[in-house]
């Protein structure tokens, strides 16, 4: 088929700095939130930790002559706050800085762009027993440390992403508290979601005054949801809600600088206790590209009749659905494979928020459970469909008018995937965390090959292997 992607179109990989560095003391790096939480007893499967992980501090170099070999033209990769800012304040670790530099030098050398973002969830803890993000000062503070990182790297930094799924970062990580810091509360998580709004808009402007050439943009982890009976007038309600969660908090924010109406009603007194005169102003900001990390669908079943909200400790404070029977195929993560959600995805945005010009795939990409073959290799045929389907997908959405520019594979290495530990592998290329040693999987090969297919406008997309 004819090659939907433009010449300009960057193919890449994505991974994060707590999941991939290691070296979690060393170099003067400070204490982030998942060091404590994953330290903390019943926190994490078979409690492993980031102390370790895929060594990468240490074999940066190793591992980006391997997307090299790849064939990778984009990284995006993590920085880590406490690596460079031990104490999220204003006293600087000069080693943690010269790691980044080693990090971008070797990119450009091996002719990969670098697109740097700069929170992926390990937030120092000195600013965690401060309130966190919980608190309107971290706001500043990443601010502040945007505009630090923007003007030592901005010279050869373009791509910036300022917080990876703040949905995550709020909601999981004070209301449902399964990630760090494991807080539990509804006003925390409230004000944890305004105040990543407010972070983005403050340091979109910082990284702009540091950078002159900086496009800069945010990472949302997006989805559709899919519902049992759409003439259901509390499931509509229910997936409104949960779009207006999930999807529309922070591109509504962006965009026009106020939450969606559903939300700012359902929660009335609650969330407007944390917004302040001139927040409208702040949230709303020119960003250059959206980045979306898409995984899977989601599918919602009717609430129960005596489904009440539910208070402080649940994931959503409204009523609760019962969840659809997940249709086959399913990743190891128990989600489903639903390709055709991307390109749907894909085009609601350049639908319904016009002022997206731009849209990144920051991430894409299942777990499986990957098991060398005798002779060492590993061939995970679900994943290398997984991605040549879900590539197929953007095309079509590309082809329909969808101002997408890049795809970023999630992830390059596997990885500590948070509370899942090491028990779940999303990487292209199979890591023994015994050994350090790294195996690039047949899905890896795949996207090489298609990397190297549009580069040279031949046929697009593969079909399915194996």
Same mark, same amino acid.
């Given at each position: 088929?004819?090659?939907?992607?433009?010449?300009?179109?960057?193919?890449?990989?994505?991974?994060?700095?707590?999941?991939?560095?290691?070296?979690?003391?060393?170099?003067?790096?400070?204490?982030?939130?998942?060091?404590?939480?994953?330290?903390?007893?019943?926190? *994490?499967?078979?409690?492993?930790?980031?102390?370790?992980?895929?060594?990468? $501090?240490?074999?940066?170099?190793?591992?980006? =002559?391997?997307?090299?070999? &790849?064939?990778?033209?984009?990284?995006?990769?993590?920085?880590?706050?406490?690596?460079?800012?031990?104490?999220?304040?204003?006293?600087?670790? !000069?080693?943690?800085?010269?790691?980044?530099?080693?990090?971008?030098?070797?990119?450009?050398?091996?002719?990969?762009?670098?697109?740097?973002?700069? $929170?992926?969830?390990? &937030? !120092?803890?000195?600013?965690?027993?401060?309130?966190?993000?919980?608190?309107?000062?971290?706001?500043?503070?990443?601010?502040?440390?945007?505009?630090?990182?923007?003007?030592?790297?901005?010279?050869?930094?373009?791509?910036?992403?300022?917080?990876?799924?703040?949905?995550?970062?709020?909601?999981?990580?004070?209301?449902?508290?399964?990630?760090?810091? @494991?807080?539990?509360?509804?006003?925390?998580?409230?004000?944890?979601?305004?105040?990543?709004?407010?972070?983005?808009?403050?340091?979109?402007?910082?990284?702009?005054?540091?950078?002159?050439? %900086? +496009?800069?943009?945010?990472?949302? +982890?997006?989805?559709?949801?899919?519902?049992?009976?759409?003439?259901?007038?509390?499931?509509? *309600?229910? =997936?409104?809600?949960?779009?207006?969660?999930? +999807?529309?908090?922070?591109?509504?924010?962006?965009?026009?600088?106020?939450?969606?109406?559903?939300?700012?009603?359902?929660?009335?007194?609650?969330?407007? %206790?944390?917004?302040?005169?001139?927040?409208?102003?702040?949230?709303?900001?020119?960003?250059?590209?959206?980045?979306? +990390?898409?995984?899977?669908?989601?599918? &919602?079943?009717?609430?129960?009749?005596?489904?009440?909200?539910?208070?402080?400790? @649940?994931?959503?404070?409204?009523?609760?659905? =019962?969840?659809?029977?997940?249709? /086959?195929?399913?990743?190891?993560?128990?989600?489903? #494979?639903?390709?055709?959600?991307?390109?749907?995805?894909?085009?609601?945005?350049?639908?319904?928020?016009?002022?997206?010009?731009?849209?990144? #795939?920051?991430?894409?990409?299942?777990?499986?459970?990957?098991?060398?073959?005798?002779?060492?290799?590993?061939?995970?045929?679900?994943?290398?469909?997984?991605?040549?389907?879900?590539?197929?997908?953007?095309?079509?959405?590309?082809?329909?008018?969808? !101002?997408?520019?890049?795809?970023?594979?999630?992830?390059?290495?596997?990885?500590?995937?948070?509370?899942?530990?090491?028990?779940?592998?999303?990487?292209?290329?199979?890591?023994?965390?015994?050994?350090?040693?790294?195996?690039?999987?047949?899905?890896?090969?795949?996207?090489?090959? &298609?990397?190297?297919?549009? =580069?040279?406008?031949? /046929?697009?997309?593969?079909?399915?292997?194996?």
């Amino acid at each position: 088929m004819p090659n939907p992607f433009p010449r300009e179109f960057k193919w890449g990989v994505a991974t994060a700095s707590y999941q991939i560095e290691g070296s979690s003391a060393s170099d003067g790096r400070g204490t982030s939130i998942w060091d404590t939480f994953s330290h903390t007893s019943g926190k *994490t499967v078979n409690g492993d930790t980031g102390d370790v992980a895929c060594d990468h $501090y240490r074999r940066y170099a190793a591992d980006v =002559a391997l997307m090299r070999e &790849l064939a990778i033209q984009s990284y995006r990769f993590s920085i880590s706050w406490p690596r460079i800012f031990p104490n999220g304040d204003e006293k600087l670790e !000069p080693r943690g800085f010269d790691f980044y530099d080693r990090l971008v030098d070797e990119l450009l050398e091996a002719g990969i762009s670098p697109m740097a973002t700069l $929170y992926h969830w390990d &937030l !120092p803890q000195a600013l965690q027993d401060r309130g966190g993000w919980a608190n309107r000062e971290t706001a500043y503070a990443f601010a502040s440390y945007a505009e630090k990182v923007a003007a030592r790297l901005g010279d050869r930094v373009e791509q910036w992403v300022t917080l990876n799924e703040p949905w995550c970062v709020a909601w999981l990580g004070y209301m449902s508290g399964v990630h760090a810091p @494991g807080i539990k509360n509804l006003d925390q998580a409230l004000a944890a979601a305004h105040h990543t709004a407010l972070a983005h808009g403050l340091a979109t402007r910082a990284i702009r005054s540091a950078s002159s050439t %900086a +496009n800069v943009g945010l990472a949302l +982890n997006m989805t559709n949801y899919r519902v049992d009976d759409p003439g259901n007038a509390d499931l509509s *309600t229910l =997936a409104d809600l949960m779009d207006a969660h999930v +999807n529309r908090w922070w591109l509504d924010a962006f965009t026009i600088g106020a939450y969606p109406r559903a939300l700012t009603d359902f929660y009335g007194p609650k969330l407007q %206790a944390h917004i302040e005169p001139g927040d409208e102003d702040i949230l709303r900001v020119g960003t250059d590209f959206l980045g979306i +990390n898409y995984y899977s669908d989601s599918f &919602l079943g009717v609430p129960a009749a005596d489904a009440k909200p539910m208070q402080d400790g @649940g994931l959503f404070p409204f009523p609760q659905a =019962a969840s659809s029977p997940i249709p /086959e195929p399913k990743t190891a993560m128990g989600w489903p #494979i639903t390709a055709s959600g991307i390109r749907d995805l894909l085009l609601r945005v350049s639908r319904d928020w016009p002022s997206v010009e731009a849209i990144a #795939i920051t991430e894409n990409g299942a777990a499986f459970d990957d098991v060398p073959s005798e002779d060492g290799r590993i061939l995970d045929h679900q994943r290398a469909n997984y991605l040549t389907s879900h590539i197929a997908a953007v095309g079509e959405a590309v082809e329909l008018g969808a !101002p997408v520019v890049s795809y970023h594979a999630w992830s390059f290495l596997d990885n500590f995937e948070w509370a899942e530990g090491y028990s779940k592998r999303f990487g292209l290329v199979y890591v023994d965390y015994e050994s350090q040693n790294r195996t690039p999987k047949l899905s890896a090969e795949v996207y090489r090959s &298609l990397i190297l297919a549009h =580069a040279s406008d031949s /046929e697009a997309v593969q079909q399915p292997v194996g």
